[in-house]
């Protein structure tokens, strides 16, 4: 079922992740205290830097234009 669900996201993955880093980050600037109630401070820097890593490794592995599935 996940392997179906990952084939189904296919050209989209890249762009939902940061969609997903981006309304985090939204939520740290509208309101640092929801953010910190979620991760807390110490773990911020780490949460960055994980949210980088995930971006480079599926640079890496995407083979298909955004939006799009492979034949």
Do not use: C, E
């Amino acid at each position: 079922m996940l392997k179906h669900l990952v084939y189904r996201l296919k050209g989209w993955r890249t762009r939902l992740s940061n969609a997903v880093f981006g309304v985090l980050g939204v939520v740290a600037l509208v309101d640092p205290q929801l953010w910190a109630g979620v991760v807390p401070v110490k773990y911020q820097g780490a949460a960055l830097l994980l949210s980088a890593l995930v971006n480079i490794a599926l640079r890496q592995v995407t083979t298909t234009p955004p939006g799009r599935r492979a034949p």
